[in-house]
């Protein structure tokens, strides 16, 4: 297991944020993370805007959009990671689409990844037997683990499979849709999640996906070791005058149902 992995077994209740790196606007993404540290994140997700971006629901498309429309590139990303790095105590997680990585440079990337630290990655577009068949000596040569995501589909078989081939933790998908709903969790998604409680896995699951307040987070991290949160976060930022004081209001929220 990874270093990710270890840091999420040994907190409760872990409280991962996802965001898109220069949204809400350009030159954002260093402010945010030191924030979202501050303010108490466990995990940091950031997001590299990609044009199409299937998996994703409106409210981080449209993110993407503007991220893309601010002048985001990759290279300035690496660039603003390096320069905060001896700042940042907890792991940070690249999230993007495997077009942008073959674009970019597979080894490349990989490589930058590693000269930063982050040993995690998840790419949802990216086939599990693909992943294993050409591209996992690369991620091991680099010490890079990328997630994979289960869904209330994914059969015992698949489940027990990705178990064993992961390093890091995997994403429970909360619904089999797109990202940002907000509605309760309904009867089918708890017994999916009491699958996920009963079954022995070797690495940490977080659940995403429709999760967006505090009931929702902790209802979640009944049934496993913590919760990933993008969209309401997303929302919640998007009109903030004073980013600092709106992040930690966002954790507050979610962690003590408070401000």
């Known amino acids: 297991m990874n270093n990710t992995g270890k840091y999420i077994l040994n907190k409760k209740n872990v409280i991962s944020i996802y965001f898109t790196a220069e949204y809400p606007y350009k030159e954002c993404t260093k402010e945010i993370i030191l924030s979202l540290q501050n303010s108490g994140a466990d995990l940091i997700e950031i997001g590299i805007p990609f044009s199409?971006?299937?998996?994703?629901?409106?409210?981080?498309?449209?993110?993407?959009?503007?991220?893309?429309?601010?002048?985001?590139?990759?290279?300035?990303?690496?660039?603003?990671?390096?320069?905060?790095?001896?700042?940042?105590?907890?792991?940070?997680?690249?999230?993007?689409?495997?077009?942008?990585?073959?674009?970019?440079?597979?080894?490349?990337?990989?490589?930058?990844?590693?000269?930063?630290?982050?040993?995690?990655?998840?790419?949802?577009?990216?086939?599990?037997?693909?992943?294993?068949?050409?591209?996992?000596?690369?991620?091991?040569?680099?010490?890079?683990?990328?997630?994979?995501?289960?869904?209330?589909?994914?059969?015992?078989?698949?489940?027990?499979?990705?178990?064993?081939?992961?390093?890091?933790?995997?994403?429970?998908?909360?619904?089999?849709?797109?990202?940002?709903s907000d509605k309760d969790f309904t009867e089918k998604q708890l017994l999916y999640f009491k699958k996920i409680k009963q079954t022995s896995f070797s690495v940490p699951v977080m659940i995403g996906f429709g999760i967006s307040d505090n009931k929702a987070f902790h209802r979640a991290c009944e049934y496993a070791n913590g919760a990933i949160i993008g969209s309401a976060f997303i929302k919640h930022i998007e009109k903030s005058k004073n980013m600092k004081e709106s992040i930690r209001n966002f954790i507050n929220k979610i962690k003590f149902g408070t401000i």
């Open 52 to 180: 199409d971006p299937l998996a994703d629901g409106p409210v981080i498309q449209n993110s993407s959009s503007h991220a893309l429309k601010n002048g985001f590139n990759i290279e300035d990303l690496f660039n603003d990671l390096k320069s905060i790095q001896p700042k940042i105590n907890i792991p940070l997680i690249l999230m993007g689409y495997f077009n942008t990585l073959f674009a970019y440079g597979i080894e490349r990337f990989l490589e930058q990844c590693k000269t930063i630290g982050i040993d995690t990655v998840i790419l949802p577009d990216l086939p599990l037997d693909i992943y294993c068949k050409n591209y996992s000596n690369v991620f091991e040569q680099y010490d890079v683990s990328p997630v994979f995501l289960i869904t209330p589909q994914t059969s015992t078989e698949r489940i027990k499979y990705i178990n064993s081939i992961s390093n890091t933790f995997i994403y429970a998908v909360a619904d089999n849709s797109i990202t940002g």
